[in-house]
């Protein structure tokens, strides 16, 4: 006869104070099979544990039950108690009487009767159970790092570094991500471009390094440790092994297209080198702007100038697979739209741009050459509005989060305008200052006092044209007066938000993401580098807005959780996934359309040779949707059987 | 000409007696473009400014009345030329429609059963012209287009605020240049177009309104047009007849003929509707010199 | 004037009462000020419409029941299209109206203008029904 066990946690009083322990640990040991019932004030302590593992063997234990939190929090702690005192850990379940009881109750006889049913339920399916064993799976090493900016390019050269190969997928022709396109850094006013594109070299010389620009992942299947990930390659229609970058190509290009770099603020030729310092440093040409499409040669200017016959217009996508055991998500982040916000005249006014455009403008390499001009007439502007929390903090825009970058780059922005305008003045609309940074508090203060910038403490109602001025309407909370601003350019601190194209690769990769775009990261507190599933890790804005201190952090951090995942040659997977009895499935193939992670494929039966339901243990996550979607029963769930399922249910009904 | 377009008319009050310009030719413009406007038999005032208390339902009673009679007539679609009556009824009725409103307090109190329901759909004028009418029905009615006149179209708030009863972008509101475009005038998009005139402050704080309406008007001017279009009664009398005062204040604005949107309508396609009881001659004076150009002469210069 | 908080700080009964009338959540407002950069009445307000609120967050009920801004509010929903929390502040003004109504305090020194009688209905009515007169 089966011996049961059941500990009752007190959790302090987060159990105790609604749930009468004593009565409950009194009418539990009157239940069937249960020969010791026991309650502790902290079950998960080292000597509630040594205890539990004590009565165990003392009391030959076949299966236990606790009685306490969610197994969320202490599953891993009681399965690993099981495990010394040499019980199998899926014979040990857990009853959670806090978070689904004591939490929930005010009454004492309330919680104190639930807490009994849970119990009752949890021995119930607990009589069923049967002792399991992990398994075991290779681990690829190699890692895929998605995204090309800092995050992705610190990440490629610490698990590169270590000596293991990286399959670094970028969007677009370079890498650089945003960081690229910086100015000066804050606080210490470093010039970005010189200080990432060392780093941008360095991995196109890492010989562990593989360089996949102008590519996307397209798909991913596998788990941790071993992903199999298909990448698209995009025409360039540039040979890259012939490409030289001397440049000839762009002179006689004939057509000129706004530059995505410079954000909309600058030109460039349908062929086309996005920044000087590019890496690779290959041409690309842009096929949507080019005059030849797929059908029709129009133009071979390029192709005649170019000597190294790098130009090839029958270029097409390819696709590469790649098997990796671990991937690092580093996709960043873009700025919401000026168009989104309507009363600050939407995308209208050309002399009201954001804040990256700013950055364009301040870059030595930018479409100005580093001198301040309104975009409309390339005069100097002499009075700028800078305009914080523009979509930031504003639920009615979409946008509840603080984007937290833009209290200092506004900052920076005020400084660096004043040093190139020193006549010039400079407005700055905020709401709060945040600057919990290093260094950062200081540096804000010490704009604000030496360049004596006036900071307005309101937001700003409405932005329209007056002439060849913006009026900006605003308001100074602190004196309590309306204010208005007849200024010559408009810098607004746009929302930072999730680049486009990360909500389809969570699909692709079957990711969670929060409610505004960014990657769900297991945990909040404890495991933000993972994502909530195993071996994919999360670098840099992608997951939330950062600057680039906390993203280069982040991706040095992300990296060594792909390190130390790399560091195994085996990884143990959960053995509670789903199984097909082969003499019941019928074959309709509905389990294969249910399944998200493609872990179910029709497969001939070993017996009969008829198509049958066949569950890949390596993808299959244990999710229980076949389980419950199967018509005629053929799926179980291991560790959570039907068998076990109507018994919990029956004893607490 | 589409076939069978009825739609219920409530007119309230100030349609009846100092905008009776622009009922009258409303409903001509209505009349060609075939839509059958129904005066409901009984009406009365809608309750003008919509009540914010969120306890007190009783202002709400008067724009209840009304539509419970369209709806006892038969109308599911009752249109307003007046923006403040459209949106009255219209927030008015979405107490009906909505959750967590005062419905049922409502029809209790009204000792209505099975209490008014909430079903009849409340048009503005353009509203109703935008969904049903094509803008080259419209111009292929024009018979003397407004070419070279320039027109500002001003919204004010009670078409575009709340956002519950929008009828158009609040912060972008557009939904008069294809009807302007299509009677061939020129659309002067300006920043004030959307901005409060000061309503009903018109009665104690003139001063104040009319620092509102020197801005407005002078914001439209600066753009470059030569009268303003409006659909609001109130919008048109702050905007005009407190053009004086203003000059009290601002000695050089020149004056500006605010006209109603259908009065332009009218006038474009050929159709008689002056009633003869035009409440400020003068603007209207104004505004036949600008909608009278010569074929050589845009008649920019006649008001300057 | 020194603001009193702690035990002797009364329930907050004005704040209550505003959040009652209006149904708006007062306490929703962190303060931005863009209820007040484009209120089109401000320039004639003693309180900007954020300082109203502000005021109703101490409870500070002399302030409320005195304040003259609300009278000149136009109910144009400007701050409450462009409110970041949503909060409709033109029903919070109406509140603020409404508690001064029933504290009977005298609803406007100014005399109504001198032409009444030009005034169009729609002027008039309206006024006569947001000022409960």
């Known amino acids: 006869m089966t011996r049961l066990g059941v500990f009752i946690c007190h959790c302090g009083k987060n159990i105790a104070r609604t749930v009468n322990i004593e009565a409950l640990r009194e009418k539990a040991a009157t239940l069937p099979h249960v020969v010791l019932a026991k309650d502790y004030l902290y079950l998960c302590s080292k000597p509630g544990q040594t205890m539990i593992a004590d009565d165990i063997r003392e009391h030959r234990l076949d299966k236990v039950l606790i009685a306490a939190c969610s197994p969320r929090l202490h599953g891993k702690t009681f399965a690993q108690t099981a495990q010394r005192a040499g019980l199998n850990p899926y014979l040990l ?92 850094t804050f606080p210490t006013l470093d010039c970005s471009s010189c200080i990432l594109t060392p780093k941008m070299v360095e991995v196109s010389q890492n010989e562990h390094v593989h360089l996949l620009s102008y590519s996307e992942v397209t798909r991913i299947e596998g788990n941790i440790g071993q992903f199999q990930v298909t990448v698209r390659l995009r025409p360039r229609y540039v040979d890259e ?54 059908k029709l040669i129009i133009c071979e200017n390029c192709y005649k100038d170019c000597e190294a016959k790098a130009i090839n217009f029958l270029m097409e996508p ?15 982040y873009e700025l919401m739209p000026v168009a989104r916000i309507g009363e600050y005249g939407g995308d209208e006014y050309e002399d009201v ?48 989060y603080c984007s937290k970058v833009c209290c200092m780059y ?26 919990a940074g290093k260094g950062h508090e200081e540096f804000v203060q010490k704009v604000m006092s030496e360049e004596r910038i006036l900071y307005l403490r309101g937001k700003v109602s ?56 960014f990657f769900s990261e297991a945990h909040p507190k404890l495991r933000p580098l993972e994502s909530n599933t195993d071996g994919i890790f999360l670098a840099g804005a992608a997951q939330f807005a950062k600057d680039i201190t906390d993203t280069v952090s982040q991706a040095t951090g992300a990296a060594g959780k792909a390190l130390s995942l790399l560091a195994n040659d085996f990884i143990k997977l959960e053995p509670t996934i789903s199984e097909v009895e082969e003499g019941i499935c019928r074959g309709c193939g509905l389990c294969v359309s249910i399944c998200p992670f493609g872990a179910v494929k029709m497969l001939p039966s070993t017996r009969t040779g008829a198509m049958v339901a066949g569950i890949n243990p390596i993808l299959c996550k244990g999710c229980g949707l076949c389980t419950a979607g199967c018509l005629s029963g053929a799926v179980t769930l291991k560790g959570s059987s039907f068998k076990q399922i109507f018994a919990q249910l029956e004893e607490m009904v | 000409m589409p076939e069978g377009l009825r739609v219920g008319y409530f007119p309230g009050c100030t349609l009846k007696t100092d905008a009776r310009d622009f009922e ?32 007190n339902l009783m202002p709400r009673l008067a724009s209840v009345h009304n539509l419970i009679r369209a709806e006892e007539e038969g109308f599911s679609e009752i249109m307003t030329l007046c923006s ?19 419905r049922a307090a409502i029809n209790d109190f009204l000792c209505l059963k099975p209490g008014y329901s909430g079903r009849v759909k409340i048009y503005h004028f353009l509203e109703f012209l935008r969904e049903k009418i094509r803008p080259e029905q419209v111009k292929s009615l024009v018979v003397s287009p407004l070419a070279g006149v320039a027109v500002a179209p001003y919204y004010g708030c009670l078409l575009l605020r709340p956002k519950e009863i929008a009828i158009d972008d609040p912060e972008k509101p557009e939904i008069l240049t294809p009807i302007l475009s299509a009677l061939g005038a020129k659309v002067i998009d300006f920043p004030f177009n959307n901005e409060c005139c000061g309503a009903y402050q018109t009665a104690v704080h003139q001063e104040a309104v009319a620092r509102r309406a020197y801005r407005i008007i002078s914001s439209a001017q600066s753009e470059g047009a030569d009268m303003i279009a409006v659909s609001c009664p109130l919008c048109h009398y702050n905007l005009s007849a407190l053009q004086g005062l203003v000059r009290s204040t601002h000695p050089g604005l020149k004056a500006m003929p605010i006209v109603y949107f259908t009065e332009l309508m009218a006038r474009a396609m050929g159709l008689d509707y002056r009633t003869e009881i035009g409440v400020i001659p003068q603007d209207v004076a104004a505004a036949e010199a600008r909608l009278r150009p010569s074929p050589n002469d845009p008649g920019r210069e006649a008001l300057k | 004037m020194k603001i009193i908080l702690g035990n002797s700080h009364p329930q907050s009964l004005f704040a209550q009462r505003i959040e009652a009338l209006s149904r708006q959540k007062l306490f929703a407002c962190y303060q931005c000020g863009k209820c007040s950069s484009g209120c089109p009445m401000a320039e004639s307000m003693d309180l900007l419409p954020n300082r109203v609120i502000r005021e109703a967050q101490l409870n500070n009920g002399p302030v409320i029941m005195s304040c003259r801004a609300v009278w000149f509010c136009s109910s144009c929903f400007a701050c409450a299209v462009r409110c970041p929390k949503g909060i409709d502040i033109a029903r919070i003004m109406e509140a603020v109206r409404t508690l001064q109504m029933l504290d009977g305090k005298p609803i406007t020194e100014q005399p109504f203008c001198e032409d009444t009688g030009t005034l169009p209905q729609i002027a008039l009515i309206s006024h006569f029904r947001k000022f409960n007169m």
């Open chain 1, 318 to 332: 390819q696709e590469k697979m790649v098997e990796v055991g671990a991937v690092v998500l580093a996709t960043g």
């Open chain 2, 24 to 55: 009258s030719s409303a409903l001509a413009v209505a009349r060609v473009l075939g839509i059958e406007v129904a005066e409901l038999s009984r009406w009365n005032c809608c309750g003008t400014v919509y009540s914010l208390d969120a306890v």
């Open chain 2, 84 to 102: 403040m009556c459209y949106n009255t009824l219209k927030q008015t009725n979405n107490l009906f429609t909505s959750k967590n409103n005062g």
């Open chain 1, 93 to 184: 379940d857990m009853a959670n009487i806090r978070e689904h009881c004591s939490w929930v109750h005010i009454d004492g006889a309330e919680g104190t009767e639930k807490a009994f049913s849970i119990i009752k339920g949890g021995l119930g399916r607990l009589l069923y159970a049967e002792p399991l064993e992990p398994f075991q799976s290779p681990v690829t090493k190699r890692v895929l790092v998605i995204g090309g900016g800092v995050a992705g390019i610190q990440a490629t050269l610490d698990i590169a570094n270590s000596g293991y190969e990286v399959y670094l997928v970028e969007k677009s022709p370079s890498l650089g991500g945003h960081m690229a396109q910086l100015g000066e």
């Open chain 1, 241 to 294: 092994t012939l490409c030289t970058g001397c440049g000839d190509c762009v002179p006689t290009c004939p057509v000129v297209v706004s530059n995505e770099f410079d954000q909309g603020l600058g030109a460039r030729k349908a062929v086309y080198l996005p920044f000087p310092q590019a890496v690779p440093a290959v041409y690309t040409i842009d096929w949507d702007a080019c005059l030849n499409t797929d």
């Open chain 1, 410 to 435: 506004t900052a920076k922005h005020a400084l660096l305008y004043k040093h190139a305008v020193p006549d010039g003045q400079v407005y700055v609309f905020y709401i709060d200052i945040r600057a």
């Open chain 1, 462 to 517: 409405k932005i329209f044209k007056s002439g060849a001025k913006l009026v900006v309407w605003g308001a100074d909370t602190l004196s309590g007066r309306q204010v208005e601003i007849e200024a010559d350019l408009v810098v607004l601190a746009m929302a930072v938000i999730p680049s486009s194209g990360s909500q389809k690769l969570a699909r692709t990769l079957h990711i969670a993401s929060d409610l505004s775009g």
């Open chain 1, 353 to 400: 741009i954001d804040g990256l455009q700013f950055e364009r403008m301040l870059s030595a390499s930018g479409p100005t050459g580093g001198v301040v001009r309104r975009p409309s007439d390339g005069r100097i502007p002499q009075n700028v509005v800078f305009v914080q929390c523009a979509g930031s903090r504003d639920p009615e825009h979409g946008i509840p």
